[in-house]
């Protein structure tokens, strides 16, 4: 009889840690493993793809607008029906909300738990998370971080048995053809305060008439989105700032891009940051925490780092990769190669040898 792995997060509608476990769930199920992946709801319209071989439930049909304590209680127990019914071998789980619920959904039954933190754990287990967070997630027989720094919030307890694995980087984004004139600084995610694109539109600001044929293009949506319209305007960078919405494309945008730039106030692993340097664009990124930009970027070797919040700083890195081709060249060239050590069958074979070490 093969291994059962339950995989859980809230929905698979866009983001970093969507597309990871989706990842992570195709590579169990081509292994030979049996596979589902359950979201507390659903969302048709932006859902990435599921695995052919994963099987795909759902507690909700659509997100359910409900008190917080009333949804804990009821998805708690629907993930707990769920792990009676599928009788996983292990259960893994990703982002706060969903770690506090497998933590509990499994307590009395033979299922291994394992959560994963994907974001700064200061930021995602703050106020009375903080104190629950460093009490229950240590319950869980193991645990994924992305960074040192992020393991290093949580009580040794939970380090002993933890593992950081690096995100995986799909073979595609090396493969991705760069244009011989590439165009745009282009940047890739949510628009949430978190990801803090009004630093990098005021940055831009303080260049964009001393280059006048470059242009901001912002790929996400979100709920800042009429916010940063109303920045824009006042900036008068109608014509050279665009939120471009969603997109299914991104290889054809790294295609095409001149820098791409993370301002994010803190970020996990940033997988936009890495599937960029993957297809060789030179990057810019905030040494923000929990460390990931700082791990994967060598500063002006195979990227730029810049201060976290800072205005100038972000600017004066903006206009020194766009004054210097040969350093872009090179950056882009060295971030390339840097990022073989990410690829699939690489990360897998760490997360298969954990999962079954706990197993």
């Known amino acids: 009889m093969s291994r059962r792995i339950l ?20 590579h169990f199920a081509n292994a030979g493993y049996s596979c589902w992946l359950l979201t507390s709801f659903a969302d048709d319209e932006f859902e990435y ?24 209680v009821r998805r708690i127990k629907a993930l707990r029906v ?65 960074t040192e720094e992020a393991k290093k919030w949580f009580p040794k307890k939970l380090q ?20 011989e004139n590439p165009k745009d600084i282009i940047a890739v995610g949510r628009l ?43 900036l008068n960078l109608k014509n050279r700032v665009r939120l471009m919405g969603q997109t299914k494309d991104i290889p054809s945008v790294l295609s095409e891009a001149k820098i791409f730039v ?16 993957a297809a060789g664009v030179p990057c810019i990124a905030a040494d923000c925490p929990c460390g990931g930009p700082a791990f994967l970027i060598e500063d002006r070797i195979n990227g730029l780092l810049t201060e976290t919040g800072d205005i100038e700083a972000m600017a004066e890195k903006m206009r020194c990769l766009l004054k210097d081709s040969r350093l872009r060249e090179k950056i882009g060239k060295n971030a390339k190669k840097s990022s ?15 999962v079954e070490n706990l197993m």
């Not at 995989?7 to 195709?26: C, D, P, R, S, T």
């Open 82 to 146: 769920c792990c009676k019914k599928y009788r996983p071998d292990v259960l893994i789980s990703f982002m706060a909300e969903p770690n506090f619920r497998a933590v509990i959904a499994t307590r009395g039954l033979s299922i291994k738990t394992i959560v994963s933190v994907r974001n700064d754990p200061s930021k995602e287990y703050a106020g009375i998370f903080k104190i629950i967070g460093k009490w229950m997630i240590p319950m869980a027989d193991g645990c994924v971080f992305q």
């Open 49 to 72: 793809p599921v695995p052919k071989k994963v099987k795909r439930i759902s507690i909700d049909r659509k997100e359910i607008k409900e008190c917080r304590i009333k949804k804990n």
């Open 262 to 277: 993370l301002s994010s106030d803190f970020e996990g692993m940033p997988n936009a940051l890495m599937e960029a340097m």
């Open 7 to 26: 995989f859980y997060i809230n929905a698979i509608n866009g983001g970093g840690a969507e597309k990871v476990i989706l990842q992570l769930a195709g």
């Open 160 to 179: 002993r048995k933890s593992r950081v694995i690096v995100n995986e980087i799909s073979p595609d984004f090396f493969q991705i053809p760069r244009s």
């Open 340 to 354: 073989e050590k990410y690829l699939p069958a690489n990360v897998f074979r760490i997360w298969k040898d954990y």
């Open 192 to 234: 949430s305060e978190q990801k803090n694109y009004k630093m990098m539109i005021q940055a831009f600001s303080l260049i964009a008439f001393e280059f006048p044929d470059e242009r901001l293009m912002i790929y996400g949506e979100g709920n800042q989105r009429k916010e940063l319209e109303m920045l824009i305007e006042k």
